[in-house]
């Protein structure tokens, strides 16, 4: 004859509920903490590992522009900022993380001068570089609905150009911007036209627009990831280079 099952008091039910509840409350704070540190990620994935190049013997020149100069200020920000001054921030630091990847950098702009659109292009022509990326802010009359970040190249659009300019756009994302608005060919009036810094170059060309000066999130994003954003560039350009240059 089976014996009966004896059942649980009061006391024991209550330990029951207080332990459940407890092992509930402890897998939530888990969630919660595990929930932090992803953000935090991804938040942060911009500052990765620094992408280097495939081949240490491998020599190649990237081509930094800073658009703008001197008395060219380009752009104004709703702060009353310059367009030429945010470029050569970027330029600077972008420069900095291509030399840490081990490439030779040449700058057709190292501080705040004047600096012809013709002469940017011979720059990268005698250097015979391999890449030439020039650095802008943009500016609109809808400020409050234009924003992020895009990328211009030749009106040709061939392959080796449309790489480079996702492989920026790609890395860029990963740090974050307030919307991708693609790689572009031509210019802003004909798509058959191309822009002077990229019609006279040599060497596959692009210009990158970084954000709107005119919106604030863009200001904001620019100004928090200056750093990163020098970084993703890099990352870009030797990724390109480690696929498309031999």
């Avoid at 974050?176 to 810094?197: F, K, L």
């Avoid at 200001?219 to 750093?227: P, R």
Wanted: glycine share 8%.
């Amino acid at each position: 004859m089976s014996k009966r099952k004896k059942k649980m008091t009061l006391k024991q039910m209550r330990s029951l509920v207080v332990f459940l509840v407890a092992i509930n409350i402890i897998l939530l704070l888990c969630i919660l903490v595990m929930g932090f540190f992803l953000a935090k990620a991804q938040i942060t994935k911009g500052k990765g590992q620094t992408v280097m190049l495939q081949k240490a013997n491998d020599t190649y020149t990237v081509c930094v522009d800073a658009g703008h100069g001197g008395s060219d200020v380009g752009a104004v920000g709703l702060d009353g900022s310059y367009e030429k001054d945010d470029n050569l921030r970027l330029a600077q630091e972008v420069a900095k993380a291509l030399k840490k990847s081990g490439v030779n950098v040449i700058m057709t702009r190292s501080d705040d001068s004047d600096t012809q659109l013709d002469s940017r292009s011979k720059i990268a022509n005698k250097a015979k570089a391999d890449i030439f990326v020039s650095l802008h802010r943009n500016s609109t009359a809808n400020p409050n609905t234009t924003k992020g970040i895009e990328i211009w190249i030749h009106s040709s659009g061939s392959e080796r150009s449309y790489a480079a300019a996702d492989d920026i756009l790609s890395n860029l994302e990963e740090v974050g911007i307030t919307a991708n608005r693609g790689v572009r060919i031509g210019t802003q009036g004909d798509s058959d036209d191309d822009y002077a810094v990229i019609r006279d170059t040599d060497m596959t060309s692009m210009i990158v627009e970084m954000g709107f000066m005119t919106n604030q999130d863009d200001l904001d994003y620019f100004n928090e990831n200056l750093e990163n954003y020098a970084k993703a560039i890099s990352n870009g350009v030797v990724q390109w280079l480690n696929d498309y240059v031999q």
